[in-house]
């Protein structure tokens, strides 16, 4: 036998026991159990979901009065410290009185002046009219002194008049709160000529107790938003960041919705006012506001990480128990898969999704590693930790 043909039919020998192997080995490959996929699941809830609209906001003092000096004059001295809280009334400054003592002094001495004239007038005009009873004088003489007594009424008038406005910018010498508040810095320092066009005045006081926070949000919103103007009870949540996370600052009530819708972006501006006990809202500041427009009752919820998105639309991964069997004529065993599930949904945030359609409260729906599966993936429930979930409504 050649050595060709030796070659020949050792590899047809070599190719028939390979192919004896593969048939026996294919009944028991073919019973292999698929791979497990391990995830994280958590169960469909009804809850009480509060529907809320989101915005950024502006915090806005509740009440903002730049002190403006009403007179012009040397600024005597400060009485309050800068950034402090004062009460309205209270002595802020004052500009040197004496310009204005002695003003106030000139018009009254004028007045007096004036009144003495004026009791003479009338003297004489008493006699004028004794004496015209016996025609001893003309009337033309009488009428003429009848107008120089209401003309020297008129000029003790104007004194009053002059002293009232004396009076008033000495007044202003003492320059008092408007209103309760905290201090801005000081602009001008004693020492300095101040006037009413001095450029800031001397300082502003805010109201920081209550105060403000000024959000828009889209005008096809109004009519919600018109239903929770009227919603008695707090009903706004303004939101900070606080050590990389997001916590509640303060709990308000919407106050004012404005009277026109703004052209150019299409939406409206509200105001929401909150009691701020503890100053954690400051003017100036950005926050996050959550306004609750109503609450939905015993509606159906997942976590929000459980909605997926397939090429028809919005599903979920949902357990499901069953068995599989080992091998031909052997026993089946206990086996979790999961399964997709479309799903209409509701209302939605970063927490919670509202289900209207398509589970079952009960039901158990994959949250974490749901990128791996597959229609009918056989998978492993790994414990949930231990953390505070919400259920029935927003932090």
Same mark, same amino acid.
């Given at each position: 036998?050649?050595?060709?043909?030796?070659?020949?039919?050792?590899?047809?020998?070599?190719?028939?026991?390979?192919?004896?192997?593969?048939?026996?080995? *294919?009944?028991?490959?073919?019973?292999?159990?698929?791979?497990?996929?391990?995830?994280?699941?958590?169960?469909?809830?009804?809850?009480?979901?509060?529907?809320?609209?989101?915005?950024?906001?502006?915090?806005?003092?509740?009440?903002?009065?730049? $002190?403006?000096?009403? $007179?012009?004059?040397?600024?005597?001295?400060?009485?309050?410290?800068?950034?402090?809280?004062?009460? *309205?009334?209270?002595?802020?400054?004052?500009?040197?009185?004496?310009?204005?003592? &002695?003003?106030?002094?000139?018009?009254?001495?004028?007045?007096?002046?004036?009144?003495?004239?004026?009791?003479?007038?009338?003297?004489?005009?008493?006699?004028?009219?004794?004496?015209?009873?016996?025609?001893?004088?003309?009337?033309?003489?009488?009428?003429?002194?009848?107008?120089?007594?209401?003309?020297?009424?008129?000029?003790?008038?104007?004194?009053?008049?002059?002293?009232?406005?004396?009076?008033?910018?000495?007044?202003?010498?003492?320059?008092?709160?408007?209103?309760?508040?905290?201090?801005?810095?000081? &602009?001008?320092?004693?020492?300095?000529?101040?006037?009413?066009?001095?450029?800031?005045?001397?300082?502003?006081?805010?109201?920081?107790?209550?105060?403000?926070?000024? =959000?828009?949000?889209?005008?096809?919103?109004?009519?919600?938003?018109?239903?929770?103007?009227?919603?008695?009870?707090?009903?706004?949540?303004?939101?900070?960041?606080?050590?990389?996370?997001?916590?509640?600052? &303060?709990?308000?009530?919407?106050?004012?919705?404005?009277?026109? $819708?703004?052209?150019?972006?299409?939406?409206?501006?509200?105001?929401?006012? =909150?009691?701020?006990?503890?100053?954690?809202?400051?003017?100036?500041? =950005?926050?996050?506001?959550?306004?609750?427009?109503?609450?939905?009752?015993?509606?159906?919820?997942?976590?929000?990480?459980?909605? *997926?998105?397939?090429?028809?639309?919005?599903?979920?991964?949902?357990?499901?128990?069953?068995?599989?069997?080992?091998?031909?004529?052997?026993?089946?065993?206990?086996?979790?898969?999961?399964?997709?599930?479309?799903?209409?949904?509701? =209302?939605?945030?970063?927490?919670?999704?509202?289900?209207?359609?398509?589970?079952? &409260?009960?039901?158990?729906?994959?949250?974490?590693?749901?990128?791996?599966?597959?229609?009918?993936?056989?998978?492993?429930?790994?414990?949930?930790?231990?953390?505070?979930?919400?259920?029935?409504?927003?932090?």
């Amino acid at each position: 036998m050649s050595r060709r043909r030796r070659i020949i039919l050792l590899s047809v020998f070599l190719l028939g026991v390979l192919l004896i192997v593969r048939l026996v080995e *294919r009944p028991h490959k073919g019973h292999t159990m698929p791979p497990v996929i391990p995830v994280r699941v958590a169960p469909v809830k009804t809850a009480d979901v509060p529907i809320t609209l989101r915005a950024l906001g502006l915090v806005q003092a509740y009440r903002t009065v730049t $002190i403006q000096p009403m $007179i012009t004059g040397p600024l005597q001295a400060v009485d309050f410290r800068q950034g402090s809280f004062v009460h *309205r009334g209270a002595l802020l400054a004052r500009i040197d009185p004496r310009p204005y003592e &002695a003003a106030l002094a000139q018009a009254r001495a004028r007045r007096d002046q004036d009144l003495a004239l004026l009791a003479v007038a009338r003297d004489t005009l008493k006699r004028y009219e004794l004496l015209i009873t016996h025609h001893y004088i003309s009337a033309e003489i009488v009428a003429q002194q009848k107008a120089t007594v209401a003309e020297d009424r008129a000029i003790v008038a104007q004194d009053d008049a002059a002293i009232e406005t004396a009076r008033t910018n000495l007044s202003y010498t003492r320059i008092k709160a408007p209103i309760t508040g905290r201090t801005g810095i000081l &602009a001008v320092n004693a020492g300095n000529i101040v006037s009413p066009a001095t450029p800031g005045g001397i300082v502003t006081i805010t109201t920081l107790q209550p105060i403000y926070v000024l =959000f828009s949000l889209p005008q096809q919103d109004l009519p919600e938003v018109m239903q929770a103007l009227h919603t008695q009870g707090q009903n706004v949540t303004a939101f900070v960041r606080k050590d990389g996370r997001r916590v509640v600052a &303060a709990r308000g009530v919407l106050a004012v919705l404005d009277n026109v $819708i703004n052209q150019s972006t299409g939406t409206l501006t509200l105001k929401a006012r =909150f009691k701020n006990p503890s100053f954690t809202l400051w003017p100036g500041a =950005f926050v996050n506001v959550r306004l609750q427009v109503r609450t939905e009752r015993h509606v159906l919820v997942v976590p929000s990480v459980a909605i *997926r998105q397939g090429p028809e639309g919005s599903f979920v991964y949902v357990v499901r128990e069953g068995r599989v069997k080992k091998k031909a004529g052997g026993s089946s065993a206990p086996v979790t898969r999961v399964a997709p599930v479309p799903v209409k949904l509701g =209302f939605a945030d970063q927490e919670l999704t509202v289900i209207r359609a398509g589970l079952r &409260a009960g039901e158990q729906v994959v949250v974490l590693g749901g990128s791996r599966l597959h229609p009918g993936a056989h998978i492993q429930i790994l414990p949930t930790p231990l953390q505070n979930t919400r259920t029935t409504g927003h932090p």
